[in-house]
């Protein structure tokens, strides 16, 4: 399995914008998809994100038009660009790699959005 580090989280004002990236030891190419999900406390883990081989995305409803992935497949590494960040927004932000049963897991990047 390959390793995934991600990095980019911070804090951040609401209505600000954060870029997390997530690198990974492996060829993201050969993963049929990548993803972001995130866990706020108390919370169960939920899905951001995500992006197949093809190029084919697809968000959580929260949100739309706000967040957007992207991968590099030169650099092996995947991005969510968050924009217009709302307190709701804070969370840890995990990076998956293939299924989420049975792929490979960041260690998460805190992300906290507060004035």
């Known amino acids: 399995q390959v390793q995934l580090v991600e990095s980019g989280g911070g804090l951040v004002q609401p209505g600000g914008s954060l870029r997390l990236s997530c690198a990974s030891s492996?060829?993201?190419?050969?993963?049929?998809?990548m993803g972001w999900y995130r866990q706020a406390p108390g919370k169960r883990r939920e899905l951001v994100a995500t992006?197949?081989?093809?190029?084919?995305?697809d968000y959580a409803d929260s949100v739309k038009g706000r967040f957007t992935i992207s991968r590099d497949f030169a650099k092996n590494t995947v991005y969510l660009q968050m924009n217009s960040l709302k307190p709701e927004d804070t969370a840890v932000y995990y990076c998956l790699s293939g299924s989420p049963a049975y792929g490979s897991w960041g260690q998460g990047t805190q992300v906290t959005v507060s004035s």
């Open positions: 992006i197949t081989r093809g190029g084919n995305t």
């Open positions: 492996g060829s993201i190419f050969s993963s049929n998809a």
